[in-house]
């Protein structure tokens, strides 16, 4: 069996249907439904158990059978204040995960994140080394969660601590795509904007507050879920290792831009206004991310990245602009 947490949400859910779809239908779901609606995320979904997330430590005493866990799980919002919950659930969840896996020998893939670089000053390569990591700064909550994961690995595996043979932080940049819809406010561009494209009126992206970049001009490494689906399921099939590796395509592109794709995939002329940046954001707010992919390309993975005008098309024809939206 597999266990996939978080496996309700955008990443997870998209990798459960990926192993449902190579014939694997023994996987067992950990996360909260919530009254969101991300149940229809595994509406078409085959799983042979489900296990509320604050259950899993004691559903896995004793456990045997246990194929891999994909640890996709997280409060994964960037604007979250609360220290102790973010403690909870990314932090002391995941180290009772690593834990397990390690007494067990059980292969653990996790998430980490793009937000572990912070400003990116110290630039965006996947450095397993405690001393690389230990130069990041993440600008928010969350980002500094998954760092100290990354960190928490990087000390055993120096140090001879405890860690199974396969043990892979994925650090995510922008990943955009179906099964995002319960998102809110941490949805991509083109699936809040979507509606507003479509009926071909303006839409609002933030002003930069940084001489040299425009309006608009702020980048990200976008990256489709297709694509990262393909990444996580490499590194499962892959060799055993401990290591932290960059999920993005090494191209970064602006948010104008990815609108523009927007407008395009809906087939209407391009209309954008920009807005101040709320204050919140101002200090803690990434300009441009990159992933550097040299790490991931050495360690075998060969396949090509979708561009953002070709996922962007894609999402919006084969689910955005659909009845059924869901994979």
């Not at 997330?53 to 994909?70: H, M, N, Q, T, Y």
């Not at 702020?218 to 055993?240: G, K, N, P």
């Amino acid at each position: 069996m597999i266990i996939v947490t978080g496996a309700a949400g955008f990443i997870g859910s998209n990798i459960v249907a990926a192993l449902n779809e190579r014939g694997i239908n023994d996987v067992v779901l950990c996360d909260w439904l919530l009254s969101d609606l991300r149940w229809q995320n595994l509406r078409k979904r085959a799983f042979t158990d489900f296990v509320f997330p604050e259950d899993l430590p004691r559903w896995l005493e004793g456990r045997s059978g246990v194929e891999a866990i994909i640890h996709m799980g997280a409060n994964s919002s960037t604007k979250v204040r609360d220290g102790d919950e973010i403690m909870r659930k990314n932090f002391l969840f995941t180290l009772s995960l690593i834990d397990w896996c390690a007494k067990t020998n059980v292969p653990l893939i996790y998430a980490s994140s793009a937000a572990t670089y912070g400003d990116g000053e110290s630039g965006f390569v996947d450095d397993i080394s405690f001393d690389a990591l230990r130069k990041l700064r993440p600008l928010n909550l969350y980002g500094w969660s998954k760092h100290q994961i990354d960190l928490l690995v990087a000390q055993r595996l120096r140090s001879g601590g405890a860690l199974p043979q396969k043990c892979i932080g994925l650090k995510f940049f922008n990943v955009y795509g179906q099964n995002e819809y319960h998102k809110g406010d941490m949805a991509s561009v083109v699936c809040k904007m979507f509606e507003t494209a479509r009926r071909g009126e303006t839409i609002s992206l933030f002003e930069s507050c940084r001489e040299g970049v425009p309006h608009g001009g702020q980048r990200r490494d976008f990256i489709y879920v297709d694509d990262v689906v393909s990444m996580v399921l490499w590194c499962l099939d892959a060799m055993a290792t401990v290591d932290v590796f960059n999920i993005g395509t090494g191209e970064a592109r602006s948010f104008a831009e990815m609108t523009q794709a927007l407008f395009a995939a809906v087939g209407k002329e391009p209309a954008i206004q920009y807005t101040p940046m709320p204050e919140l954001l101002r200090d803690r707010y990434q300009y441009f991310t990159q992933a550097s992919m040299a790490r991931f390309r050495a360690a075998g993975y060969a396949a090509s990245f979708t561009s953002l005008e070709q996922g962007v098309m894609h999402y919006v024809r084969n689910y955005l602009s659909r009845e059924d939206r869901y994979r």
